[in-house]
């Protein structure tokens, strides 16, 4: 059998916390495959302490034959793999772009990535494979047959056909608004703001501060609260990490671990008034909103993959700007926005409409990729 690595260490997120475990199960089945952690990872170590705003089991990943370790490149020379499949998720690129480098030259080990949602996949360097969201992502990768439109599997739980015996809870409409305290027949906003990191130091093109945006979105959508809308805030995945007591934990994102952000935005007084939804819910939240509204968030693929519309604000004139921002609803100003929303028929976005850019994997990521490492190998 061929042995592989399936290193974790790289691709844990709150809002998608059971991301790479399908697949270890699924690639099991054919090859001798080692899970890989950093020290302390926090999916194995982790202490609740009550009032966090995301959960996961730690079982699920302490009850894998785990390996921690300090130094991947060192754990793959001593088991001497065939290829080492890791995330896509690249934000200290440097330090990650060495790591790759050193692997490839040091072992005996191919690097296979597959994608995540965001544009990480763009930077990545010193890979063999490479598992893309879509055929439209293959090429402006620049093609070949090292690169297999597999869809994206941190996206598998926004499907019905997703059969991976450990999921999150689905809730319907109503078990959603039960377990939030919301009214079913109000309409029901996402709010999804973007990576906090840049919000006070970012600007868009026209000198507008990120920050100063948020609070013209944050006073809107108070203005709508009063006119019976009902607002629930799903921030970026970072912000419910960062209350973290022991800064050891590994295996989250790394400008958390290292302290980088100054404090999380879901308990700051100007988000005090939004029902704030625990980070595991938010593919709840998406299937059972009206629509979304953002600053500049790539969360909109998301929210096209459920549907579902979403209001941005003059992400055109941003760097998140891409060639999948057709699926927002974009606005120049806040009077703008205010007026998209206000007319907003809750249309429902055209089924297939994201097909070239995120292959439609019916929840079956997990089993395109591992099949595609069967080939591979």
Not at 77 to 85: F, P, R, S, W
Not at 273 to 294: A, H, P
Not at 349 to 362: A, F, M, Q, R, T
């Given at each position: 059998m061929k042995k592989i690595v399936l290193y974790f260490g790289d691709s844990f997120w709150c809002s998608?916390?059971?991301e790479g475990v399908a697949l270890f199960y699924e690639?099991?089945?054919?090859?001798?495959?080692?899970?890989?952690?950093i020290n302390n990872d926090i999916r194995l170590h982790k202490e609740w302490r009550g009032g966090e705003k995301y959960f996961f089991d730690k079982s699920v990943f302490q009850n894998l034959p785990h390996i921690e370790t300090d130094s991947l490149v060192s754990t793959c020379?001593?088991?001497?793999?065939?290829?080492?499949?890791m995330s896509c998720q690249m934000q200290f690129k440097r330090q990650f772009e060495q790591r790759n480098f050193q692997l490839k030259t040091e072992t005996n080990s191919k690097i296979l990535m597959f994608d995540i949602g965001g544009e990480d996949v763009t930077f990545c360097k010193h890979w063999d494979f490479l598992a893309i969201k879509g055929e439209l992502w293959k090429k402006r990768m620049g093609g070949g047959d090292n690169i297999c439109p597999t869809g994206v599997i941190g996206l598998d739980e926004l499907y019905s056909?997703?059969?991976?015996?450990?999921?999150?809870?689905?809730?319907?409409?109503?078990?959603?608004?039960?377990?939030?305290?919301?009214?079913?027949?109000?309409?029901?906003?996402?709010?999804?703001?973007?990576?906090?990191?840049?919000?006070?130091?970012?600007?868009?093109?026209?000198?507008?501060?990120?920050?100063?945006?948020l609070t013209d979105i944050n006073n809107m959508l108070k203005k709508l609260m009063s006119e019976g809308y009902q607002v629930c805030f799903k921030t970026h995945p970072n912000d419910y990490i960062t209350e973290e007591i022991n800064s050891g934990y590994h295996g989250i994102h790394p400008r958390g671990v290292r302290g980088g952000y100054g404090g999380p935005r879901y308990n700051h007084p100007?988000?005090?008034?939004?029902?704030?939804?625990?980070?595991?819910?938010?593919?709840?939240?998406?299937?059972?909103?009206?629509?979304?509204?953002?600053?500049?968030?790539?969360v909109g693929w998301e929210f096209g993959l459920a549907g579902k519309q979403i209001h941005s604000l003059n992400i055109k004139d941003t760097v998140a700007d891409s060639n999948l921002s057709f699926i927002y609803t974009d606005a120049k100003d806040i009077i703008e926005m205010e007026k998209n929303i206000r007319d907003s028929s809750f249309t429902p976005?055209?089924?297939?409409?994201?097909?070239?850019?995120?292959?439609?994997?019916?929840g079956q990521t997990y089993k395109k990729i591992s099949g595609w490492v069967n080939d591979i190998l």
């Open positions: 998608t916390p059971y690639l099991q089945k054919d090859h001798e495959v080692y899970p890989v952690f020379k001593d088991l001497g793999v065939d290829l080492t499949v056909d997703y059969d991976f015996h450990i999921r999150i809870p689905k809730l319907d409409k109503v078990a959603f608004c039960k377990k939030y305290d919301l009214d079913p027949k109000k309409p029901i906003i996402a709010y999804v703001p973007a990576n906090p990191a840049p919000d006070n130091k970012y600007s868009y093109r026209s000198g507008v501060s990120a920050s100063q945006a100007k988000f005090s008034d939004f029902t704030v939804i625990n980070s595991e819910d938010g593919y709840n939240l998406y299937r059972n909103c009206d629509f979304g509204v953002t600053n500049y968030s790539h976005i055209e089924s297939g409409v994201l097909d070239p850019y995120i292959l439609n994997s019916k």
